[in-house]
């Protein structure tokens, strides 16, 4: 599906509004010619970790760029830089990072996340992607009875793009609503079906437990379902995003992550964590507030765009 | 881990045992695992920095370098200057007379804006105002519906033109404007004191949006305007926090989210970036789950130190004193049975509900994590110690060293647990036992509190953010400093 061409332009125009507004754009520091100096490893050190790439891959970046500079076998920026790209670019998951659609029926995409991630957005944004670039047929189902007008807010979307919608009143049982649409899905022969559900922070027990129970419910009406687990993280939370990765995962084998809000000053760089320590992979991010702000995540493309290199 | 970072700075001190005195070079050492932690809690990379060095200064002033115990100096100086450095406290909202006090709420998308305008009214409502709330998020789907449920929920009346939405993928910046001024005029009408003015989300560098925000500002002159801010955002907190500060002027902070296990980092960060006090915590969905904010508890935890302080406090109201006395004559003996260690988590258990307890300090928070894997909650935990305990015999209670392999067998079998746990259960004991021998030698009134926290930092109990722990004074930890100079004199 060659649905995003567009992506490194787009990232690369988020990135540069940032760097515009608040002057921290990793690029300025990988000036040619520059030598490699403790100056130079400093800025590098503040400026990663200003991305939230975590004090652990920093230090590592720092250590592998110091090891080779002291040998002798780098002296300038732009030999940093390649060994700085070879790090951040190393053991991202293989899988497939667009999504797996279920040859016989429905494809059920559930998706999770804590509150105020972007759920709903995303879901609008995926719908919006499955219907008019995938040309599927789409059903959302209101899966979030708890917080206030979520129901309607969805119902919003769903009207102004033209897709189903299963729901139930506020206050319902969330895994009857993703039981109804998965059955209405399979009656009406619908191609894919994009479960919300409420915002939980990942330290709410009883609430991760409602949410495994709305996927075992979703496993048993549609063979292999849900097809796709979504998290959607916000890309300005910092390291509390690699915890919530880990409970969600543990709590409803999460396949894909979607990274919103990377239209920000913030750059999501926690996610590099994230995949060192979870083997997630990221499959979408956001990159604004309406529904075409959706492109793939593609690890190359978003290290490049972070250097402002040009993709082969 | 807050026995961690002690352990941390004991560990650099006491390499130089032998070797001579500490100097400020060996204090500049100790604290890079400060600048790691507070750089792992997503504290900004300049305030951490700044806080580091600021702490050096101030141990090499404080004479660490002489100290007894210079660990226990350094975690408390560290301590200290977190605290400090999240104060001045001011929690009080502002009023004007004529009313009504305007409130306009700002932040980024998702941070929790709308819900804390609904807490934000049942506070005020509960210290005797009369709130009214204003729907000026004019962008998000279904947010004045939101807004609305909110409202009614609370019983507060609210002002809201639905007419006014902007219209999918326009921005309703003169609508936004008009909006407030007729709320505005409404309150005054309707004789409410408070009004507060929910805004859209949105990012900072958002022109439209921001300039639709200060539109606002010009037009109805907010006496107070607050941030509303995750308390899981990282580096960005700083960027933001700076970027609403400079349109606004903001007043105060609000961090949310306050009940995850974020370390919190982006309080600090927006704290010193803005100079604004933070005024309020949100630590829960539901409506009342506002707190005033107090840095106490927030220091330990950015430190990933755990709430000490504020569970010795709490525990002072609700442990028997009687039965801490008797266990304080005990000790004196260097006796420290398991009935003690079971007694003393009874205790314990008083203290409040255990399941919300995750997170506060490490050291248990690890243990509540694992009775959470087991999908049984900390009290089911509890409940399976008990049960271990009461599978055992006089002796072995007695005793626990004589438990071997195949008593720990039997034990379990007993106990219906894996034999493993038995195992983790013995261990535990043993800690706490030998962490009682070590403060052996201390005065009793500080035995006891720092008992307290040793015990409850054993068993992974800790006030949920936002319980009146978090309140608390601060009066424990002048303990230590008390006993320095004591010593000193010596
Ligand atoms: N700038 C920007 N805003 C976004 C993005 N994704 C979502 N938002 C905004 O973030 C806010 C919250 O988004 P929602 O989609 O309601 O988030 P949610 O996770 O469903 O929230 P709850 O259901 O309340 O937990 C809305 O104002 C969205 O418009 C994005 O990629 N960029
Ligand atoms: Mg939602």
């Given at each position: 599906?060659?649905f995003?061409?567009?992506?490194?332009d787009?990232l690369?125009?988020?990135?540069?509004?940032?760097?515009?507004?608040?002057?921290?754009?990793?690029?300025?520091?990988?000036v040619?010619?520059?030598?490699?100096?403790?100056?130079?490893?400093?800025?590098?050190?503040?400026?990663?970790?200003?991305?939230?790439?975590?004090?652990k891959?920093?230090?590592?970046?720092?250590?592998a760029?110091?090891?080779?500079?002291?040998?002798?076998?780098?002296?300038?920026a732009?030999?940093?830089?390649?060994?700085v790209?070879?790090?951040?670019?190393r053991?991202?998951?293989?899988?497939?990072?667009?999504?797996?659609?279920?040859?016989?029926?429905?494809?059920?995409?559930?998706?999770?996340?804590?509150?105020?991630?972007?759920?709903?957005?995303?879901?609008?944004?995926?719908?919006?992607?499955?219907?008019?670039?995938?040309?599927?047929?789409?059903?959302?189902?209101?899966?979030?009875?708890?917080?206030?007008?979520?129901?309607?807010?969805?119902?919003?979307?769903?009207?102004?793009?033209?897709?189903?919608i299963?729901?139930?009143?506020?206050?319902?049982?969330?895994?009857?609503?993703?039981?109804?649409?998965?059955?209405?899905?399979?009656?009406?022969?619908?191609?894919?079906?994009?479960?919300?559900?409420?915002?939980?922070?990942?330290t709410?027990?009883?609430?991760?437990?409602?949410?495994?129970?709305?996927?075992?419910?979703?496993?048993?009406?549609?063979?292999?379902a849900?097809?796709?687990?979504?998290?959607?993280?916000?890309?300005?939370?910092?390291?509390?995003?690699?915890?919530?990765?880990?409970?969600?995962?543990q709590?409803?084998?999460?396949?894909?992550?979607?990274?919103?809000k990377?239209?920000?000053?913030a750059?999501?760089?926690?996610?590099?964590?994230?995949?060192?320590?979870?083997n997630?992979?990221?499959?979408?991010?956001?990159?604004?507030?309406?529904?075409?702000?959706?492109?793939?995540?593609?690890?190359?493309?978003?290290?490049?765009?972070?250097?402002?290199d040009?993709?082969? | 881990?807050?026995?961690?970072?002690?352990?941390?700075?004991?560990?650099?001190?006491?390499?130089l045992?032998?070797?001579?005195?500490?100097?400020?070079?060996?204090?500049?050492?100790?604290?890079?695992?400060?600048?790691?932690?507070?750089?792992?809690?997503d504290?900004?990379?300049?305030?951490?920095?700044?806080?580091?060095?600021?702490?050096?200064?101030k141990?090499?002033?404080?004479?660490?370098?002489?100290?007894?115990?210079?660990?226990?100096?350094?975690?408390?100086?560290?301590?200290?200057?977190?605290?400090?450095?999240?104060?001045?406290?001011?929690?009080?909202?502002?009023?004007?007379?004529?009313?009504?006090?305007?409130?306009?709420?700002?932040?980024?998308?998702?941070?929790?804006?709308?819900?804390?305008?609904?807490?934000?009214?049942?506070?005020?409502?509960?210290?005797?105002?009369?709130?009214m709330?204003?729907a000026?998020?004019?962008?998000?789907?279904?947010?004045?519906?939101?807004?609305?449920?909110?409202?009614?929920?609370?019983?507060?009346?609210?002002?809201?033109?639905?007419?006014?939405?902007?219209?999918?993928?326009?921005?309703?910046?003169?609508?936004a404007?008009?909006?407030a001024?007729?709320?505005?005029?409404?309150?005054?009408?309707?004789?409410?004191?408070?009004?507060?003015?929910d805004?859209?989300?949105?990012?900072a560098?958002?022109?439209?949006?921001?300039?639709?925000?200060?539109?606002?500002?010009?037009?109805?002159?907010?006496?107070q305007?607050?941030l509303?801010?995750?308390?899981?955002?990282?580096?960005?907190?700083?960027?933001?926090a700076?970027?609403?500060?400079?349109?606004?002027?903001?007043?105060g902070?609000?961090?949310?989210?306050?009940?995850?296990?974020?370390?919190?980092?982006?309080?600090?960060?927006?704290?010193?970036?803005?100079?604004?006090?933070?005024?309020?915590?949100?630590?829960?969905?539901?409506?009342?789950r506002?707190?005033e904010?107090?840095?106490?508890?927030v220091?330990?935890?950015?430190?990933?130190?755990?709430?000490?302080?504020?569970?010795?406090e709490?525990?002072?109201?609700?442990?028997?004193?009687?039965?801490?006395?008797?266990?304080?004559?005990?000790?004196?003996?260097?006796?420290?049975t398991?009935?003690?260690?079971?007694?003393?988590?009874?205790?314990?258990k008083?203290?409040?509900?255990?399941?919300?307890?995750?997170?506060?300090?490490?050291?248990?928070?690890?243990?509540?994590k694992?009775?959470?894997?087991?999908?049984?909650?900390?009290?089911?935990?509890?409940g399976?110690?008990?049960?271990?305990?009461?599978?055992?015999?006089?002796?072995?209670?007695?005793?626990p060293?004589?438990?071997?392999?195949?008593?720990?067998?039997?034990?379990?079998?007993g106990?219906?647990?894996?034999?493993?746990?038995?195992?983790?259960?013995?261990?535990?004991f043993?800690?706490?036992?030998?962490?009682?021998?070590?403060?052996?030698?201390?005065?009793m009134f500080?035995?006891?509190?720092?008992?307290?926290?040793?015990?409850?930092?054993?068993?992974?109990?800790?006030a949920?953010?936002?319980?009146?722990?978090?309140?608390?004074?601060?009066?424990?930890?002048?303990?230590?400093?008390?006993r320095?100079?004591?010593?000193?004199?010596?």
């Amino acid at each position: 599906m060659g649905f995003f061409s567009k992506s490194i332009d787009r990232l690369k125009t988020a990135l540069k509004k940032t760097a515009e507004v608040l002057n921290t754009d990793v690029r300025t520091l990988f000036v040619p010619g520059r030598q490699i100096d403790d100056a130079f490893l400093d800025e590098i050190e503040e400026k990663f970790i200003r991305a939230d790439m975590g004090v652990k891959n920093v230090q590592i970046i720092i250590g592998a760029i110091r090891d080779r500079w002291r040998l002798g076998k780098i002296r300038n920026a732009d030999e940093a830089k390649d060994v700085v790209k070879e790090i951040m670019l190393r053991d991202w998951p293989a899988e497939e990072r667009e999504i797996r659609f279920n040859p016989n029926g429905p494809t059920v995409i559930m998706v999770a996340g804590v509150n105020g991630a972007g759920k709903t957005t995303s879901i609008a944004k995926l719908a919006n992607l499955l219907k008019n670039r995938a040309g599927k047929s789409v059903m959302v189902a209101a899966g979030d009875t708890f917080r206030a007008a979520a129901v309607e807010q969805l119902t919003i979307w769903s009207e102004r793009l033209g897709v189903e919608i299963v729901k139930h009143k506020q206050g319902g049982d969330p895994a009857a609503v993703a039981y109804d649409a998965c059955e209405a899905a399979k009656a009406r022969g619908i191609d894919v079906v994009i479960v919300d559900t409420a915002g939980r922070l990942h330290t709410q027990q009883h609430l991760m437990r409602e949410l495994q129970k709305i996927r075992e419910v979703i496993s048993k009406r549609i063979d292999g379902a849900p097809h796709e687990v979504i998290l959607v993280l916000d890309a300005t939370t910092g390291q509390n995003a690699v915890n919530q990765a880990k409970n969600f995962m543990q709590c409803v084998q999460v396949t894909g992550l979607m990274l919103a809000k990377l239209d920000g000053t913030a750059k999501g760089g926690v996610i590099l964590s994230i995949k060192d320590e979870l083997n997630i992979p990221v499959k979408f991010i956001g990159l604004g507030e309406t529904p075409e702000d959706i492109e793939t995540f593609d690890p190359q493309r978003f290290v490049d765009a972070l250097f402002g290199d040009e993709t082969a | 881990m807050f026995d961690t970072l002690t352990d941390k700075f004991s560990s650099v001190f006491r390499n130089l045992s032998g070797k001579g005195r500490i100097s400020e070079e060996n204090i500049r050492e100790s604290m890079r695992e400060v600048r790691v932690a507070l750089l792992e809690a997503d504290v900004n990379l300049k305030v951490v920095n700044d806080f580091c060095e600021q702490v050096v200064q101030k141990a090499v002033g404080q004479e660490v370098i002489k100290s007894l115990q210079p660990a226990q100096l350094m975690v408390k100086i560290v301590n200290d200057e977190l605290v400090n450095l999240m104060g001045p406290v001011d929690t009080q909202i502002y009023t004007v007379t004529p009313g009504p006090t305007v409130i306009m709420m700002c932040g980024l998308q998702g941070s929790g804006k709308t819900t804390t305008c609904g807490k934000l009214a049942l506070y005020l409502k509960a210290k005797g105002h009369n709130p009214m709330l204003a729907a000026v998020d004019l962008q998000r789907p279904a947010a004045v519906q939101q807004l609305r449920t909110l409202a009614e929920q609370t019983d507060v009346p609210i002002y809201a033109d639905d007419t006014k939405v902007a219209p999918h993928g326009e921005v309703a910046r003169g609508a936004a404007v008009s909006v407030a001024r007729a709320a505005v005029n409404k309150a005054r009408e309707l004789g409410r004191d408070i009004l507060i003015l929910d805004t859209a989300g949105r990012l900072a560098i958002d022109q439209e949006l921001m300039d639709e925000l200060k539109d606002v500002n010009e037009a109805v002159k907010p006496h107070q305007i607050f941030l509303v801010l995750d308390s899981m955002t990282g580096q960005d907190a700083v960027n933001s926090a700076k970027a609403f500060n400079e349109k606004l002027e903001l007043d105060g902070l609000i961090l949310t989210k306050f009940d995850s296990d974020t370390r919190g980092g982006a309080l600090l960060s927006a704290k010193m970036v803005t100079g604004k006090p933070v005024k309020f915590l949100g630590v829960g969905e539901k409506l009342d789950r506002l707190e005033e904010f107090r840095p106490e508890g927030v220091a330990s935890r950015i430190l990933g130190m755990g709430d000490i302080v504020g569970l010795v406090e709490a525990a002072h109201d609700k442990f028997d004193m009687e039965q801490q006395t008797k266990l304080a004559e005990k000790m004196e003996k260097g006796e420290f049975t398991l009935d003690d260690f079971m007694s003393q988590m009874g205790q314990i258990k008083k203290l409040g509900p255990m399941g919300k307890v995750l997170g506060m300090i490490p050291g248990m928070s690890e243990l509540a994590k694992q009775a959470n894997m087991n999908g049984e909650g900390v009290e089911g935990h509890m409940g399976r110690m008990q049960a271990i305990y009461n599978s055992m015999n006089r002796r072995e209670r007695k005793k626990p060293d004589m438990v071997d392999a195949p008593r720990r067998r039997r034990i379990a079998r007993g106990a219906g647990v894996e034999v493993n746990e038995v195992g983790q259960f013995l261990k535990q004991f043993d800690m706490s036992r030998s962490m009682m021998r070590a403060v052996g030698g201390m005065n009793m009134f500080s035995r006891m509190k720092m008992m307290k926290g040793l015990m409850s930092g054993d068993l992974g109990a800790i006030a949920q953010p936002g319980t009146n722990m978090l309140r608390t004074k601060r009066s424990g930890w002048q303990e230590p400093k008390d006993r320095n100079k004591k010593k000193k004199k010596r």
